[in-house]
């Protein structure tokens, strides 16, 4: 059984058809990367699976369960947590504030995890104290990826980690992605940077306007013509 199980997913936004019948699965344990052009449906679908959006049509299964009409907050208690395009950070509160929000469907005490964030992540641990919205681009993006983490989440979304940051910076996250599933986090990864993810993945699979064009072994569609030629510069 997949961990997650997407059927014939379709989503929209008032006459705009965003995600048209799509299916995809995401095994325990996998790193799976979804590209696709600007627009192609990649945010729309993490946003299905995290119940931000809903859909029109499909289902989505998360451990056998089915959650398509699951509100958001009870997905994440299910073990969902998503790390947003564009980070999403509450800027005028602190990086510990912004963790513990991301704890927020928990019970008792989530002290410990915050320790475990501060050693991860050393840089979030120097800041604490530091309003989110003065960090740099890097360290918005760490501290959005653990604020999802604070939810103890099975299945990690991950949208567009390198999203504007320094080369550098973007091997640094990539290397904190492969640490948390080498540590059994389940990711499913949207980026633009297509080569870099499916270094990083598994599988892949390919979205154009909102519909499923190929999918396959991350090593193998790496090397793939018409992924060559469409996402990886020919
Ligand atoms: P990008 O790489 O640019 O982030 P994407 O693949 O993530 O693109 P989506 O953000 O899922 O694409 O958008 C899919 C389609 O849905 C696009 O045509 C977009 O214009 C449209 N869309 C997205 N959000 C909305 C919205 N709130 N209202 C109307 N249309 C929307």
């Known amino acids: 059984m997949a961990l997650l199980e997407i059927e014939n997913l379709s989503v929209n936004y ?46 989505i299964r998360f451990a056998g369960r089915d959650i398509t009409r699951l509100p958001a907050d009870e997905a994440v208690k299910l073990g969902i947590a998503q790390s947003p395009e564009g980070r999403q950070v509450l800027a ?35 800041r604490r104290d530091q309003l989110a919205g003065t960090l740099s681009g890097g360290e918005q993006q760490m501290l959005a ?15 567009e980690p390198s999203l504007g940051l320094a080369p550098i910076i973007v091997r640094e996250i990539f290397s904190i992605i492969r640490e ?24 892949t699979y390919v979205l154009e306007a909102g519909q499923l064009t190929f999918s396959g072994n991350s090593a193998e569609l790496v090397n793939d013509e018409r992924v060559l030629q469409a996402y990886l510069g020919g």
């Open 180 to 203: 948390l599933n080498a540590q059994g986090v389940t990711i499913l990864l949207v980026e633009q940077n297509a080569r870099l993810a499916m270094n990083a993945s598994h599988r």
């Open 145 to 159: 990826i653990a604020r999802a983490m604070m939810s103890r989440p099975k299945l990690l979304l991950l949208d």
């Open 92 to 126: 005028r509160q602190s990086v510990q504030d912004n963790l513990e929000l991301g704890a927020y469907t928990r019970k008792g005490s989530f002290r410990a995890d915050l320790n475990e964030m501060y050693e991860r992540f050393p840089r979030l641990g120097e």
């Open 14 to 59: 008032g006459a705009i058809q965003a995600v048209r019948g799509l299916s995809l699965t995401v095994e325990e344990g996998e790193v799976v990367t979804l590209i696709g052009a600007n627009g192609a449906g990649k945010t729309t679908t993490l946003r299905a699976v995290s119940r931000l959006l809903r859909p029109v049509a499909g289902s």
